[in-house]
């Protein structure tokens, strides 16, 4: 059983940084993307920002310019730098792992930006 355990949730000011974390563990071959997606009140599950095997980035447009995703492919763990949070950036943010066919999601951690 594949494993993914996101940290660095929290509570935040209006234009403060967050950094989210993601760790899979388990036998996992052929990792094709890990990114990021998250459900904000209102809206549904939509992607943040994700990123390839071979370093290719993809970006949802409120995050272009203020996110930057990462990845250590050697422990398939992927990072999420969130600068100049805004209000509207409230809502669980999800990791998920991607090899061909198979999709698997950690259970979530809570970005809450308020003043």
């Known amino acids: 059983q594949v494993q993914l355990v996101e940290s660095g949730g929290g509570f935040v000011q209006p234009g403060g940084s967050l950094r989210l974390s993601c760790a899979a563990s388990g036998s996992i071959d052929n990792v094709y993307v890990m990114g990021w997606y998250r459900r904000t009140p209102g809206k549904m599950h939509e992607l943040v920002a994700d990123i390839g095997s071979e370093g290719s980035t993809n970006y949802a447009d409120f995050a272009q310019g203020r996110f930057t995703i990462s990845r250590d492919s050697g422990k398939n763990t992927v990072y999420l730098q969130m600068n100049s949070l805004k209000p509207e950036d409230t809502g669980v943010y999800y990791c998920?792992?991607?090899?061909?066919?198979?999709?698997?999601w950690g259970q979530g951690t809570q970005v809450t930006v308020s003043s």
């Open positions: 998920k792992l991607s090899t061909v066919g198979s999709g698997y």
